[in-house]
Protein backbone atom coordinates (compact mmCIF):
# COMPACT_ATOMS: atom_id res chain seq x y z
CA UNK A 1 0.00 0.00 0.00
CA UNK A 2 2.75 2.54 0.96
CA UNK A 3 4.16 2.00 -2.60
CA UNK A 4 0.80 2.07 -4.33
CA UNK A 5 0.42 5.73 -2.35
CA UNK A 6 4.11 6.81 -3.48
CA UNK A 7 3.39 6.25 -7.02
CA UNK A 8 -0.16 7.69 -7.07
CA UNK A 9 1.57 10.89 -5.05
CA UNK A 10 4.68 11.25 -7.92
CA UNK A 11 2.45 10.48 -10.38
CA UNK A 12 -0.34 13.31 -9.47
CA UNK A 13 3.02 15.73 -8.60
CA UNK A 14 4.17 15.34 -12.61
CA UNK A 15 0.54 15.89 -13.98
CA UNK A 16 0.31 19.08 -11.89
CA UNK A 17 3.34 20.30 -13.69
CA UNK A 18 2.31 19.09 -17.14
CA UNK A 19 -0.70 21.38 -16.36
CA UNK A 20 0.83 24.18 -15.51
CA UNK A 21 3.17 24.68 -18.60
CA UNK A 22 1.65 27.47 -20.82
CA UNK A 23 -0.07 25.92 -24.03
CA UNK A 24 1.77 28.26 -26.42
CA UNK A 25 5.65 29.17 -26.26
CA UNK A 26 8.60 29.51 -28.67
CA UNK A 27 10.75 26.99 -26.45
CA UNK A 28 8.48 23.95 -26.90
CA UNK A 29 9.57 21.23 -29.46
CA UNK A 30 7.96 17.46 -29.41
CA UNK A 31 10.03 14.69 -29.79
CA UNK A 32 9.28 10.60 -30.24
CA UNK A 33 11.63 8.20 -29.86
CA UNK A 34 12.26 4.22 -30.09
CA UNK A 35 15.13 2.87 -27.54
CA UNK A 36 17.09 0.49 -29.50
CA UNK A 37 19.02 -1.04 -26.45
CA UNK A 38 16.47 -2.77 -24.14
CA UNK A 39 15.60 -4.97 -27.86
CA UNK A 40 18.60 -6.88 -26.31
CA UNK A 41 16.38 -7.87 -23.37
CA UNK A 42 13.52 -8.73 -25.85
CA UNK A 43 12.02 -5.31 -24.09
CA UNK A 44 10.23 -2.46 -26.67
CA UNK A 45 10.69 1.08 -25.44
CA UNK A 46 8.81 4.32 -26.52
CA UNK A 47 10.01 7.78 -25.28
CA UNK A 48 8.04 11.48 -25.59
CA UNK A 49 10.11 14.52 -25.16
CA UNK A 50 8.31 17.79 -24.40
CA UNK A 51 10.59 21.20 -23.87
CA UNK A 52 9.13 22.99 -21.39
CA UNK A 53 11.75 25.99 -21.24
CA UNK A 54 14.78 26.73 -23.30
CA UNK A 55 16.59 24.26 -21.26
CA UNK A 56 14.55 22.38 -19.77
CA UNK A 57 12.08 19.17 -20.72
CA UNK A 58 10.42 16.63 -19.57
CA UNK A 59 10.36 13.10 -21.16
CA UNK A 60 8.72 9.96 -20.26
CA UNK A 61 9.62 6.43 -21.29
CA UNK A 62 7.38 3.13 -21.25
CA UNK A 63 8.84 0.10 -22.07
CA UNK A 64 6.96 -3.20 -22.25
CA UNK A 65 7.79 -6.87 -22.41
CA UNK A 66 5.79 -9.98 -23.94
CA UNK A 67 5.87 -13.14 -22.08
CA UNK A 68 9.19 -15.38 -22.93
CA UNK A 69 11.93 -17.24 -20.99
CA UNK A 70 14.18 -14.96 -18.03
CA UNK A 71 16.70 -12.82 -19.13
CA UNK A 72 19.79 -13.34 -17.39
CA UNK A 73 18.81 -16.40 -16.24
CA UNK A 74 21.89 -17.43 -14.62
CA UNK A 75 22.31 -14.36 -12.94
CA UNK A 76 18.78 -14.86 -11.55
CA UNK A 77 19.49 -18.77 -10.45
CA UNK A 78 22.55 -17.44 -8.68
CA UNK A 79 20.70 -14.92 -6.77
CA UNK A 80 18.05 -17.56 -5.53
CA UNK A 81 20.46 -20.64 -5.45
CA UNK A 82 17.61 -22.98 -6.97
CA UNK A 83 17.10 -23.44 -10.77
CA UNK A 84 13.92 -25.20 -10.13
CA UNK A 85 12.55 -22.12 -9.67
CA UNK A 86 13.96 -20.70 -12.83
CA UNK A 87 13.65 -24.00 -15.64
CA UNK A 88 10.40 -23.21 -16.62
CA UNK A 89 9.70 -19.63 -15.49
CA UNK A 90 8.04 -16.79 -18.17
CA UNK A 91 8.87 -13.32 -17.81
CA UNK A 92 6.64 -10.33 -18.96
CA UNK A 93 6.70 -6.68 -17.68
CA UNK A 94 5.54 -3.11 -18.13
CA UNK A 95 7.58 0.01 -17.28
CA UNK A 96 6.98 3.66 -16.68
CA UNK A 97 9.60 6.19 -16.28
CA UNK A 98 9.48 10.10 -15.87
CA UNK A 99 12.23 12.16 -15.80
CA UNK A 100 13.42 16.11 -15.94
CA UNK A 101 15.93 17.09 -17.79
CA UNK A 102 18.09 19.84 -17.44
CA UNK A 103 20.35 20.73 -20.39
CA UNK A 104 23.73 22.65 -19.84
CA UNK A 105 24.40 23.99 -23.34
CA UNK A 106 24.54 28.12 -23.33
CA UNK A 107 24.58 28.39 -26.97
CA UNK A 108 21.55 29.47 -28.52
CA UNK A 109 18.88 27.68 -30.45
CA UNK A 110 20.39 24.27 -28.97
CA UNK A 111 17.39 23.66 -27.35
CA UNK A 112 16.84 19.86 -26.42
CA UNK A 113 20.76 19.65 -27.78
CA UNK A 114 23.64 18.52 -25.78
CA UNK A 115 24.91 17.67 -22.53
CA UNK A 116 21.52 17.14 -20.20
CA UNK A 117 21.78 15.99 -16.33
CA UNK A 118 17.83 15.45 -14.30
CA UNK A 119 16.16 13.37 -12.06
CA UNK A 120 13.84 10.53 -12.48
CA UNK A 121 11.26 8.13 -11.13
CA UNK A 122 11.08 4.14 -12.27
CA UNK A 123 7.99 2.00 -12.01
CA UNK A 124 7.94 -1.50 -12.89
CA UNK A 125 5.41 -4.07 -13.08
CA UNK A 126 6.47 -7.67 -13.82
CA UNK A 127 4.28 -10.95 -14.33
CA UNK A 128 6.16 -14.21 -13.58
CA UNK A 129 5.24 -18.03 -14.20
CA UNK A 130 6.79 -21.15 -13.43
CA UNK A 131 6.39 -24.37 -12.57
CA UNK A 132 7.78 -25.74 -9.62
CA UNK A 133 8.18 -29.95 -8.71
CA UNK A 134 7.49 -31.66 -5.67
CA UNK A 135 7.64 -35.56 -4.76
CA UNK A 136 3.96 -37.15 -4.15
CA UNK A 137 3.29 -39.90 -1.61
CA UNK A 138 3.77 -41.86 -4.57
CA UNK A 139 7.25 -41.58 -4.70
CA UNK A 140 6.73 -39.51 -8.09
CA UNK A 141 7.66 -35.73 -8.84
CA UNK A 142 4.62 -33.24 -10.38
CA UNK A 143 4.69 -30.05 -10.44
CA UNK A 144 2.71 -26.49 -8.97
CA UNK A 145 1.95 -24.04 -11.50
CA UNK A 146 2.89 -20.83 -9.68
CA UNK A 147 1.95 -17.62 -10.97
CA UNK A 148 2.11 -13.84 -10.13
CA UNK A 149 3.41 -10.55 -10.03
CA UNK A 150 6.14 -7.98 -8.59
CA UNK A 151 5.95 -4.18 -8.26
CA UNK A 152 8.90 -2.26 -8.14
CA UNK A 153 9.93 1.72 -7.80
CA UNK A 154 12.97 3.52 -7.62
CA UNK A 155 14.43 7.01 -8.00
CA UNK A 156 17.27 8.08 -9.47
CA UNK A 157 19.56 10.41 -11.40
CA UNK A 158 20.30 10.55 -15.09
CA UNK A 159 23.01 12.01 -17.01
CA UNK A 160 23.08 12.14 -21.12
CA UNK A 161 23.91 13.79 -24.57
CA UNK A 162 21.26 14.63 -27.47
CA UNK A 163 22.42 15.49 -30.43
CA UNK A 164 20.81 16.14 -34.01
CA UNK A 165 21.97 13.36 -36.73
CA UNK A 166 19.49 14.96 -39.81
CA UNK A 167 16.91 17.58 -40.23
CA UNK A 168 14.26 16.51 -37.40
CA UNK A 169 16.01 13.16 -36.63
CA UNK A 170 17.82 12.75 -33.02
CA UNK A 171 20.30 10.33 -31.25
CA UNK A 172 19.45 10.45 -27.92
CA UNK A 173 22.53 8.99 -25.37
CA UNK A 174 21.88 8.03 -22.10
CA UNK A 175 24.66 7.81 -20.79
CA UNK A 176 24.18 6.18 -17.05
CA UNK A 177 20.77 6.48 -14.86
CA UNK A 178 20.95 4.89 -11.60
CA UNK A 179 18.52 4.23 -9.86
CA UNK A 180 17.09 2.95 -6.32
CA UNK A 181 13.97 1.76 -4.28
CA UNK A 182 11.86 -1.55 -3.44
CA UNK A 183 10.37 -4.16 -4.90
CA UNK A 184 7.23 -6.48 -3.26
CA UNK A 185 4.86 -9.20 -5.16
CA UNK A 186 3.22 -12.03 -4.74
CA UNK A 187 3.41 -15.63 -6.50
CA UNK A 188 0.77 -18.65 -5.92
CA UNK A 189 0.14 -21.72 -7.17
CA UNK A 190 -2.92 -23.92 -6.57
CA UNK A 191 -3.19 -27.95 -6.35
CA UNK A 192 -4.82 -30.44 -3.83
CA UNK A 193 -1.32 -31.45 -1.66
CA UNK A 194 -1.57 -34.59 1.18
CA UNK A 195 -0.11 -33.62 4.32
CA UNK A 196 3.02 -35.09 3.41
CA UNK A 197 3.44 -33.66 -0.08
CA UNK A 198 2.69 -30.16 2.09
CA UNK A 199 6.33 -31.20 4.13
CA UNK A 200 8.07 -31.80 1.25
CA UNK A 201 6.77 -28.74 -0.79
CA UNK A 202 7.87 -26.52 2.11
CA UNK A 203 11.03 -27.80 2.98
CA UNK A 204 11.66 -27.06 -0.77
CA UNK A 205 10.43 -23.43 -1.14
CA UNK A 206 13.07 -22.86 1.86
CA UNK A 207 16.06 -23.27 -0.43
CA UNK A 208 15.01 -19.70 -2.03
CA UNK A 209 15.52 -17.59 1.19
CA UNK A 210 18.67 -16.11 0.64
CA UNK A 211 20.20 -12.65 2.15
CA UNK A 212 18.96 -9.97 -0.16
CA UNK A 213 15.33 -11.03 -0.88
CA UNK A 214 12.97 -11.62 2.23
CA UNK A 215 10.71 -14.16 1.26
CA UNK A 216 7.66 -15.85 3.13
CA UNK A 217 6.16 -18.79 2.03
CA UNK A 218 3.25 -20.83 2.75
CA UNK A 219 2.22 -24.17 1.44
CA UNK A 220 -1.35 -26.06 2.89
CA UNK A 221 -3.98 -28.28 1.35
CA UNK A 222 -5.09 -25.97 -1.69
CA UNK A 223 -1.47 -25.20 -2.50
CA UNK A 224 1.29 -22.39 -2.55
CA UNK A 225 1.97 -18.61 -2.06
CA UNK A 226 5.43 -17.12 -1.57
CA UNK A 227 5.47 -12.85 -0.35
CA UNK A 228 8.55 -11.19 -1.14
CA UNK A 229 10.27 -7.80 -0.52
CA UNK A 230 13.37 -6.67 -1.53
CA UNK A 231 15.65 -3.81 -2.03
CA UNK A 232 15.46 -2.71 -5.74
CA UNK A 233 18.51 -1.05 -7.75
CA UNK A 234 19.16 -0.84 -11.11
CA UNK A 235 21.16 1.59 -14.03
CA UNK A 236 18.71 2.89 -17.18
CA UNK A 237 20.46 3.43 -19.96
CA UNK A 238 19.61 4.04 -23.59
CA UNK A 239 20.73 4.64 -27.31
CA UNK A 240 17.28 6.32 -28.87
CA UNK A 241 16.47 7.58 -32.43
CA UNK A 242 14.15 10.16 -32.18
CA UNK A 243 12.07 12.45 -34.51
CA UNK A 244 11.26 16.13 -33.67
CA UNK A 245 8.24 18.39 -34.41
Not at 21 to 39: D, E, G, H, M, R
Not at 118 to 133: E, L, M, R, V
Amino acid sequence: MKNKNLLGLTLLSITIVLCMIPSISAAQQNTVKFNLLPLVGKTFAFEYERMVAPKMSVNASIGFRGKSSLPFKSTIEDLIEDENFTNDATLDHFTFSPEFRFYTSKKNGNAGRGFYVGPFFKYGKYNITTNYPYETDQGTTETVPLKGGIGTWGFGFVIGSQFKLAKSVFMDLRILGPHYGGASGTISGKMDLSPQEQQYLREELENLQNDIVDIETTVDAQGATLKAKSPWAGIRAGISIGYRF
